[in-house]
C-alpha cells in the first residue's frame, strides 16, 4: 500500500524529501502480505506543512499524531511532525522552524484531532500553531508560569515550578434556565481525576467541556533521562491498565531504530518468533482482562450490579491465572527491548488453555443474561451515540472508533507476528451507542479468546530473548500496537551520544476523549457516567 | 430472571476466607480487621479514595478488593463519594503538582480524627516518575500519611493488610 506515499510525491515532487537517514530499518521486515508494517518520512519546508494536510486529507487519510522536539543538540531547532495513515501504511511528514521563530501552520482547520495535540504542542514545548482557533493551554494548568516549556532542552525540569496565579476560561452557556455543574478532579468513585463542566437545562446536556491535565507527571521529559531499558519500565506505567500494551510499543519503537545484531551464520538479526508470540499472548490477556472488567462497569452504572460481581469474578481469576504464570496479575516489566522476561512452560500451556474452555463457558452464560435483559437495553441503546461521520471526522480509533463504523485496527493494518499468521477478525457496529461499544468489547473477548488459543497451538519454539543494541545518534523509530483500547503509538529519536532525544508517545485516549464530549450532547446528567464509562478512556495516558 | 437466579444459585458465594487468598503469615487478618473494625469504628470504617496522580494500576487492584473474592465489605470497609464521610483517604501517588490542591483540600475536608493511608510505591516515594517539575513524589510529602502500601501495584491482600496496619495503629 503506497497512496500517501504517491500522493505526496504525485503533489510536491522533489520539493518533499524522503528521510532514509533516520529510520535504518522498516519497524518491521516486510511480510508475505503486501509488506505492511513500515513508516515513511517525508521532510517538507515549512509553509507547505499545512498544503501536506490538505493533500492528505483529500487522499482521505487520518492524521494519527502531531507532536514537537526540541533538535538544538543537532543544531535543527524544533522539529515539527504529523504522522498520517490510510489503510496499511503510515506516513510521518515534518518540517523545521528555528528557535527563534517556533511557529508553524496549524492544521486543526483541516483535521480535529489536531485541535488538543497543537494546544498541548504550544502548552509544553512553546511552538506556535499560526491559524488555531483556540490557544488556550492544554495540560498546563493555569498556575504554571506562562514561560516553562517542559520539552525544551533549556528547561530544567528537576525543580518544582512556582505557583502564579491565572484562570482557565470555560466555555459558557447562557440562557433561561441553563445552569453548570462542575465535576471534578476528585471523582465519586475509584477512578483517575479529571474536570468535567457541564451546561445543563433541566437535565439534559447542552454542552459538556472536559479539562484534563490532573494527572500530568512529566513522563515525556521522564523519558529523556532514562536509559532505554528503563524507559520500558516507564511506558509499562503511562496507563496502568494497558501496561503490556504500552511497554510493547514503546520496545517495538526502540528495536525499529536498531536491527539486532546476528548472533550465529543463518540468524534473522531479529526478534525470536517465541518472544513475538509471548508478547501477543499477553496482549491478548490484557484485553480481555480489561474488557470483562469494563462490561461489569457499563452493567454497574445501570444499576445491575449482579453483573458487575459476575464479570469481576472473571477477570479476578484471569489475573491470578497471570500472576501464576507470569509473576504479575497485571503482566508489568514482562516486555523488554529484544524480547520477554518470562517463558511459558507446558503445564502453563495446558493451564491457559483450561482456562479458556471455562472462560467461554462462563462468559456465554453472562452474555445471555446480558441480552435478554430489556431495562438493561432500555438505558443502553441509544444512549451517548457517536455517529459514523463524527468519528471519522474526530479519527478516534479503537473500540470506540469500531462501534462507531471503522473498520481500524492495527493488528490487521500493521501486524507484527503472530498476526499475519493468527488473523483477527474484527467487528464493525454502526450505531455508535453504548451497546454498541460494549458489544464490540463481547466479540472481542470471544474473538482474543480465539486468538489465544491459536497462540498456545502453534507457539514456536526457541529464545525468548535476543541481543539489543542501543540506536546509534540520530536515529528515530516508530511503532504502533493495538492496545485494548485502540491504536498505541510511540515515535522515539536518539540523542547526540545515543540516549533518549525524545519519546513522543500517543494513547488512544488522546484521540478519543474528545469523543465523549461529542457524543453526550442531548443525553440526560444521569446518563453521564454509563457514556463516560462506554468509552472508558485513560486520564494518565491522555495527561502523560 | 430465571436465568439470573439460575447463575446466582451456580455461583454461590465464592467469597475467600482470607488467609487462603493470601499468604500464610497473615492467617488471621480477615479476622482482625473486622475486630478492630468493629471495635474502632463502630463496625463500619469509610474510606475515600483519591488518585493524586497515578497511572490507574492501583485503582485497578482497589476495585478489585471490592470484588466477590475479596469482598471487603465483609469486614465493613465501605467506600464513599465525598471525603466529608470519610474515616480514612487511601491516596495512589505520585502526586502531581496539578492535584497537589485538590489533594489538600480532600484532606481538610475530611473530618478528624482520620487516616491516611498511601498505596503503592509511587505514593511511597514517586515510584519511577521520581520528583520533578510535574511530579512532587510520594504522598508524604503534601499530607501526613499513617500507613505505606509497597508494591507496584500491591495486590489486593496487601491493601487490605495494609488498611489492617492502619486501623490497628
Not at chain 1, 246 to 273: K, M, N, Q, W
Not at chain 1, 403 to 418: H, K, L, M, V
Not at chain 1, 524 to 531: E, T
Not at chain 2, 69 to 89: K, V, W
Request: one cysteine or more; glycine letters at 8%; hydrophobic letters at 40%.
Amino acid at each position: 500500500m503506497t497512496t500517501l506515499n504517491n500522493t505526496i510525491t504525485s503533489a510536491f515532487g522533489g520539493d518533499a524529501k524522503q528521510d532514509t537517514g533516520q529510520y535504518p530499518t522498516p519497524p518491521i521486515p516486510p511480510f508475505d502480505k503486501g509488506g505492511a508494517g513500515g513508516v515513511t518520512a517525508y521532510q517538507v519546508p515549512r509553509e507547505w506543512f499545512v498544503n501536506v494536510a490538505k493533500v492528505m486529507k483529500t487522499a482521505d487519510a487520518r492524521l494519527v499524531a502531531e507532536w514537537a522536539t526540541d533538535e538544538s543538540p543537532f543544531g535543527r531547532g524544533f522539529g515539527i511532525y504529523a504522522c498520517y495513515a490510510k489503510d496499511s501504511e503510515y506516513l510521518i511528514v515534518k518540517t523545521y522552524t528555528p528557535l527563534e521563530d517556533p511557529a508553524f501552520p496549524s492544521l486543526t482547520k483541516k483535521f480535529v484531532s489536531a485541535y488538543r495535540f497543537e494546544r498541548q504542542m504550544k502548552s509544553l514545548m512553546g511552538v506556535v500553531p499560526v491559524g488555531h482557533p483556540d490557544l488556550r493551554p492544554w495540560i498546563k494548568h493555569e498556575d504554571w508560569p506562562e514561560d516553562a516549556y517542559p520539552l525544551r532542552k533549556t528547561f530544567d525540569a528537576s525543580k518544582p515550578m512556582p505557583r502564579v496565579k491565572g484562570e482557565y476560561p470555560f466555555i459558557k452557556a447562557e440562557g433561561e434556565g441553563v445552569y453548570e455543574i462542575p465535576v471534578g478532579p476528585v471523582h465519586a468513585g475509584i477512578i483517575e481525576p479529571g474536570h468535567f463542566r457541564f451546561q445543563a437545562v433541566g437535565e439534559d446536556i447542552i454542552n459538556l467541556e472536559e479539562r484534563l491535565g490532573y494527572v500530568h507527571k512529566g513522563i515525556e521529559k521522564r523519558f529523556e533521562t532514562l536509559s532505554w531499558k528503563e524507559g520500558a519500565r516507564l511506558a509499562g506505567r503511562v496507563s496502568g491498565d494497558s501496561t503490556v500494551a504500552h511497554s510493547l510499543a514503546y520496545c517495538r519503537a526502540v528495536e525499529a531504530t536498531s536491527p539486532f545484531i546476528p548472533l550465529h551464520e543463518g540468524d534473522r538479526g531479529r526478534l525470536p518468533e517465541r518472544a513475538e508470540w509471548l508478547r501477543a499472548l499477553m496482549l491478548e490477556r490484557e484485553r480481555i482482562a480489561n474488557h470483562l472488567g469494563d462490561l461489569g462497569g457499563i452493567c454497574n452504572d445501570v444499576a445491575f450490579a449482579f453483573l458487575l460481581y459476575q464479570f469481576s469474578i472473571l477477570k479476578e481469576k484471569l489475573l491470578r491465572t497471570n500472576h501464576k504464570i507470569f509473576g504479575h496479575r497485571f503482566m508489568m516489566d514482562r516486555i523488554i527491548p529484544g524480547g520477554v522476561t518470562v517463558d511459558i512452560s507446558k503445564d502453563a500451556k495446558e493451564e491457559i488453555l483450561a482456562e479458556m474452555d471455562w472462560l467461554t463457558n462462563e462468559f456465554e452464560r453472562l452474555v445471555t443474561i446480558y441480552d435478554e435483559n430489556p431495562s438493561l437495553e432500555d438505558r443502553v441503546r441509544d444512549a451517548g451515540i457517536l455517529t459514523p461521520e463524527k468519528a471519522k471526522e474526530l479519527g478516534v480509533v479503537g473500540f470506540v472508533a469500531r462501534a462507531s463504523g471503522q473498520n481500524i485496527d492495527c493488528r490487521i493494518q500493521n501486524p507484527f507476528p503472530p498476526y499475519n499468521i493468527i488473523v483477527p477478525k474484527i467487528t464493525v457496529l454502526q450505531s455508535g451507542d453504548v451497546h454498541a461499544r460494549a458489544w464490540v468489547r463481547i466479540e472481542e473477548i470471544r474473538e482474543s479468546i480465539r486468538i489465544v488459543r491459536a497462540i498456545l497451538y502453534g507457539l514456536p519454539d526457541g529464545d525468548i530473548t535476543v541481543k539489543f543494541n542501543p540506536p546509534s545518534p540520530d536515529k528515530a523509530g516508530f511503532a504502533v500496537v493495538e492496545g485494548w483500547r485502540g491504536e498505541i503509538v510511540y515515535w522515539i529519536h536518539s540523542g547526540a551520544l545515543g540516549e533518549i532525544n525524545r519519546c513522543m508517545v500517543r494513547d488512544p485516549s488522546s484521540v478519543n476523549w474528545i469523543a465523549l464530549e461529542q457524543s453526550i450532547h442531548g443525553n440526560i446528567v444521569p446518563d453521564f457516567p454509563l457514556c463516560n464509562k462506554s468509552f472508558n478512556q485513560s486520564y494518565s495516558g491522555n495527561d502523560l | 430472571m430465571l436465568r439470573i437466579l439460575h447463575q446466582i444459585f451456580r455461583t454461590g458465594i465464592v467469597t475467600e476466607p482470607l488467609p487462603s487468598a493470601v499468604e500464610a503469615e497473615i492467617e488471621g487478618t480477615g479476622a482482625r480487621l473486622e475486630e478492630a473494625v468493629r471495635r474502632r469504628f463502630c463496625r463500619s470504617l469509610t474510606i475515600r479514595q483519591v488518585d493524586a496522580g497515578s497511572c490507574n494500576g492501583c485503582e485497578l487492584e482497589i476495585h478489585a478488593i471490592n470484588n466477590p473474592i475479596y469482598n471487603c465489605e465483609r469486614f465493613g470497609i465501605h467506600f464513599t463519594a465525598s471525603p466529608r464521610f470519610a474515616d480514612m483517604l487511601l491516596v495512589t501517588g505520585p502526586v502531581s503538582r496539578n492535584m497537589e490542591i485538590a489533594l489538600r483540600r480532600t484532606y481538610n475536608a475530611t473530618p478528624a480524627p482520620k487516616l491516611v493511608v498511601a498505596v503503592g510505591d509511587c505514593g511511597y516515594n514517586g515510584g519511577i516518575f521520581g520528583e520533578n517539575y510535574a511530579s512532587l513524589g510520594g504522598v508524604g510529602k503534601i499530607i501526613p500519611v499513617d500507613v505505606y502500601i509497597h508494591g507496584c501495584p500491591p495486590t489486593p491482600a496487601a491493601i487490605l493488610r495494609g488498611i489492617l496496619r492502619a486501623v490497628e495503629k
